[in-house]
């Protein structure tokens, strides 16, 4: 019966989204502000019912109610209680129920924090998520029920959830990436809704860079904690395979990027207002891409929920209506879309737009990467294998291009830039760089690499360009002190934005071209070295976890003799399904990580297995973090609540204006 009432009250999310939808925007649309009032109120509505809903779910999980369809697939008896309540999201149904849960969240988020803002914008924005709630709940009741029982005879006990899922990285990962993919949905209803009003000012790029900031934020976090997960649990020690189910966050991120700049200069300087739509519109996309690849059948793979082409197809229906109507709304309204202001050929402007440019070429050859051999098998049911090879030599060398304006954006001004004044501002700084890029790798790890001095070299770029812009822009102040207190979060969310993105290139070239491995067979008391470290293999022993029986190898390790901590990779065998699964054994550091994966045990209690040692790869997350540090900062931005005050008053006279048409 419980089930039931979540199978209810997910019906009632589905009602109330479709008044959501429909008479707030329709009120907007006629100056009814009865009408629209009733935006917030059934936005609340929509997530209460929602949050009921899975929250009856995951009580099925706890309870071990295998009568539920999706709780037999993905949970176990023997499951421990913190894969219980995760294995929500391990399947398709529950996992698309989460979705849809958070986009609730954020349309809750939008209603409570937009009291500043015109009631008639207000609605439309909450309208067009009102739209989105109500296609994705009919998707769920059409084709993924997630409380579908099992009748008459329900089993004993559940499948288990898939041994990779049973780990901590599937408990943050997939709900942080989706917070991330499902803010760009309040983006995207911010740029429909300036769309539909005709109102494409500063004022509505302002409502929207909050919003757009702290979607790229949590998508950057997202993707990164993805990253690290592959990284120490699929056993080969690498943080990204361009996987095509983890590139579409990546086409996200980058459409989401060339997105928060956009709004920056639409804001202050009144033009891209085209390009800013676009990319709202683009954002959005790709994060339907990622939904529409993950549940239609197209893969079958760690990350695939679904295998049932209905459902693709459903969620391609969405992706053509709700994009190609954007799309359509975008052609009609392209006349409010020209700029007042012009700008020169050298200008922060222009270099702007080329990072802006090489971000969607940069997102459009993932794409094509990514979906190329799924439609070249659909039409020729040939397979055909597009790996790094193809992204890194297209891929890495935008990056390359992009890095280089990065670094000479913020010094420019808007407008017009002095050809000479630039050429002084950055000429120092570029020969700085390059000599940083030959010595630091030499001085720390003893060995010259092309690509290595490469990425130094360009992150030594971003560092001395952010150095010698703040130092410009405190000049003329009395003190250093003051001057840096009289910049905005906004500039300062920036300048961390780009210095994570320097932090991570030294992770990425570093660990790229310096990592070494081996795969050996080691018998207890051998051992194997691997430049100054040796890894001496001890003996494994049995143990019983909750869920499984595993072997674990005991491995000592020193570096030039002297002894660091025992390292414990795993072999496991989990009851439910006997299933295999390796645990791998890490010793993390700042500077580099020893890494250890158990393979099979062969004859005379010998082991075979591989080694690692990998430079600075903690620093790839760490530029992450301090990424998303950036974007967090820009959207507390002070000068955001400061207008508050106006902008109510601006509400207020648009209500006032509106009441003779009510009556």
């Known amino acids: 019966m419980i089930p039931e009432l979540g199978q209810f009250s997910l019906i009632l999310a589905f009602c109330l989204s479709i008044l959501l939808g429909t008479l707030p925007i329709i009120g907007a649309a006629r100056g009814n502000v009865l009408w629209m009032n009733l935006a917030r109120p059934l936005a609340a509505g929509v997530f209460v019912f929602l949050g009921i809903s899975i929250s009856i779910l995951a009580y099925a999980f706890v309870t071990d109610d295998f009568s539920v369809q999706i709780v037999a697939a993905q949970s176990n008896s023997l499951l421990p209680m913190r894969y219980k309540l995760t294995a929500l999201w391990g399947g398709h149904e529950g996992s698309f129920l989460l979705w849809t849960f958070m986009l609730a969240g954020w349309m809750l988020a939008v209603s409570i924090y937009s009291k500043s803002m015109p009631i008639e914008f207000v609605s439309r924005v909450l309208g067009v998520l009102g739209m989105l709630c109500f296609a994705y709940i009919l998707f769920m009741l059409a084709t993924s029920n997630p409380f579908m029982r099992i009748v008459p005879l329900p089993p004993a006990d559940g499948s288990d959830l898939n041994t990779a899922l049973q780990d901590f990285g599937f408990i943050v990962h997939p709900p942080t990436l989706y917070m991330g993919y499902v803010g760009f949905s309040v983006v995207f209803a911010f740029a429909i809704a300036a769309l539909l009003s005709g109102r494409l000012d500063a004022a509505w790029a302002r409502w929207s860079r909050p919003w757009a900031n702290v979607s790229w934020a949590v998508l950057t976090i997202g993707i990164a904690l993805g990253s690290w997960w592959a990284y120490y649990e699929l056993g080969w020690g690498g943080w990204w395979a361009w996987d095509p189910v983890e590139n579409p966050p990546l086409i996200t991120w980058l459409f989401g990027t060339a997105l928060v700049h956009s709004l920056a200069v639409t804001e202050k300087r009144g033009v891209f207002k085209s390009w800013t739509v676009l990319l709202a519109i683009l954002a959005f996309s790709g994060s339907l891409l990622g939904t529409f690849i993950t549940r239609s059948g197209l893969l079958t793979s760690v990350h695939a929920f679904a295998s049932d082409p209905t459902r693709g197809v459903f969620i391609l229906g969405i992706l053509g209506i709700a994009v190609g109507g954007s799309l359509l709304l975008y052609a009609i309204r392209a006349p409010l879309m020209k700029s007042e202001f012009g700008f020169g050929l050298v200008s922060r402007e222009v270099f702007i737009l080329i990072n802006n440019v090489l971000l969607v070429v940069s997102a459009a050859s993932v794409f094509l990467g990514t979906l190329f051999p799924m439609v070249y098998q659909a039409l020729t049911d040939d397979l055909i294998s597009i790996g790094p090879p193809y992204f890194n030599a297209i891929f890495v060398p935008l990056m390359m291009i992009l890095v280089l304006f990065l670094g000479i954006g913020p010094m420019s001004r808007w407008k017009r830039t002095s050809t000479t004044y630039l050429l002084q501002q950055v000429a120092r700084v570029a020969v700085a760089s ?52 009289s910049l905005s979060l906004s500039y300062y969310g920036m300048q961390f934005a780009h210095a994570g993105i320097a932090v991570m290139l030294i992770g990425v070239g570093l660990t790229s071209y310096f990592s070494s491995e081996r795969s050996v067979l080691l ?58 699964s390796t645990e791998m054994a890490i010793d993390a550091g700042f500077f580099r990580d020893l890494f250890i994966t158990l393979g099979e045990e062969k004859e005379n209690d010998a082991w075979t297995m591989t080694v690692y040692v990998k430079p600075f790869v903690r620093w790839i997350w760490l530029g992450s973090i301090f990424m998303a540090l950036g974007g967090t900062v820009a959207a507390a931005d002070k000068r955001y609540r400061r207008l508050r005050q106006r902008k109510q008053d601006q509400a207020k006279e648009t209500l006032t204006s509106m009441e003779p048409s009510v009556s």
Do not use: H
């Not at 971003?462 to 010698?468: G, P």
């Open 434 to 485: 390059l000599v940083i890029g030959v010595v630091l790798p030499l001085i720390v790890l003893f060995e010259f690499s092309l690509s290595a001095t490469i990425s130094v070299a360009l992150a030594a770029w971003i560092v001395l360009t952010i150095a010698k812009d703040i130092a410009n822009k405190t000049a003329n102040k009395k003190s250093f002190a003051k001057g840096l207190r």
């Open 523 to 580: 018998a207890p008391g051998e051992s194997v070295a691997l430049g100054s470290y040796s890894f001496q293999f001890e003996g494994s022993e049995s143990m019983r976890g909750p869920n499984y029986i595993a072997d674990r190898a005991t491995m000592r390790v020193t570096r030039n003799g002297a002894p660091l901590p025992n390292l414990y990779p795993e072999r496991r065998i989990y009851l439910a399904t006997g299933t295999p």
